[in-house]
């Protein structure tokens, strides 16, 4: 079982636009300040430093962030790479209608993943 952070939406662009919610809340997680969902950006870099992006790409380096094709093929990747059979999708959105979108485009890209499992033989 892994976890991660997962936003999908109908383009890449519209979900990295999401995505900067997240991002700002691990940003004043790290700053000491308070961190309520705040609605999403353009762009973070007039709120960063280097220093600070560095901190929350670590910190959110294996969300999976885009389109359908591209969060499907990030899941596939994740499911690959860590055998898992379960994901736990988080989702952080300021609009709670994206966050249900979101849900609701990953479950139809989860239903449409092949998990291959292997059973052992007892002997």
């Keep these: 079982m892994v976890a ?3 936003i999908a939406a109908e383009t890449d662009a519209a979900a990295r636009r999401l995505f900067t919610t997240p991002q700002q809340r691990f940003l ?3 700053r000491n300040q ?3 969902l705040l609605p999403p950006l353009d762009s973070m870099e007039p709120l960063w430093s280097d220093l600070e992006r560095a901190a929350v790409q670590n910190r959110l ?4 962030v885009g389109s359908n094709a591209t969060v499907q093929a990030g899941l596939e990747k994740l499911v690959h790479d860590t055998d898992a059979t379960e ?6 959105t300021y609009e709670p ?3 249900l979108e979101s849900y609701r ?3 139809s890209i989860a239903a449409m993943i092949e998990v291959k499992t292997t059973v052992a033989a007892g002997g």
């Design 4 to 6: 991660v952070q997962v």
């Design 28 to 30: 004043r997680l790290i």
């Design 34 to 36: 308070p961190v309520e």
């Design 61 to 64: 380096g294996a969300a999976i």
């Design 87 to 92: 994901v736990i999708v988080v989702t952080d």
């Design 97 to 99: 209608a994206d966050r």
């Design 105 to 107: 485009r990953v479950a």
